[in-house]
């Protein structure tokens, strides 16, 4: 990959991960040149990125300015009804194929979930850890790239503001047992309980976004 390939690709993967993120707010104006200023590159890949972001839906164009899209609530409903059937397999795959080294990485995980303080912001990148460690032990690289191109409207700073404190501790009571099933290697009950995980989170964020 030539230079200039591989700094489009960055800029692209930093907005992409700000926008996923909700660094980067819904009907939030992008300007190319804050954005070329703020990572410190030119325009060009700038615009290509939005390109690309524009081609995944991701953001959107509107009198002539690039914002951030906003999702529908039918879209919303869409995006977790296939990370349901995609991260529920995940689990099951992880539980007959991870390595017994790959799982005491994961219940050190679990440990540190455990522990984490659920009024932290520093649990929006705990989470995203704990169900990407679970999507690499299912070793299925075509169902890790559906399951990530999948993750558009994802555990962010916007939705986790939707999260009361009562919320907070279902979802931790939640992963724990997802946890805790794939390092028993209880293909049926991981699957379950990660199906069950990803429904709570869109039956809350449905009921609160209306």
Not at 144 to 152: D, E, G, V
Request: aromatic letters at 4%; hydrophobic letters at 40%; charged letters at 35%.
């Amino acid at each position: 990959m030539d230079v200039a390939r591989r700094r489009t690709d960055e800029v692209y993967q930093r907005l992409r991960a700000e926008i996923i993120r909700g660094d980067l707010r819904p009907r939030e104006a992008l300007s190319e040149i804050e954005i070329a200023e703020r990572l410190h590159v030119s325009r060009t890949p700038v615009r290509e990125s939005l390109q690309r972001l524009d081609s995944e839906g991701l953001i959107t164009s509107h009198r002539r300015r690039w914002i951030v899209y906003e999702h529908t609530t039918d879209e919303i409903r869409e995006i977790y009804e296939v990370r349901t059937a995609l991260e529920g397999y995940s689990a099951r795959l992880a539980c007959r194929r991870a390595t017994d080294a790959e799982l005491a990485g994961l219940a050190e995980l679990r440990t540190e979930a455990a522990n984490a303080d659920l009024e932290s912001d520093k649990r929006i990148d705990l989470n995203e850890h704990l169900h990407d460690s679970i999507l690499r032990l299912a070793h299925n690289e075509t169902l890790l790239k559906q399951a990530r191109t999948s993750r558009l409207f994802f555990f962010n700073r916007g939705v986790a503001r939707l999260y009361t404190p009562a919320d907070l501790r279902v979802s931790a009571q939640q992963h724990e047992l997802l946890l805790d099933a794939v390092c028993r290697r209880d293909a049926a009950g991981a699957e379950q309980a990660a199906r069950e995980h990803i429904e709570y989170a869109l039956e809350l964020i449905l009921r609160k976004l209306h």
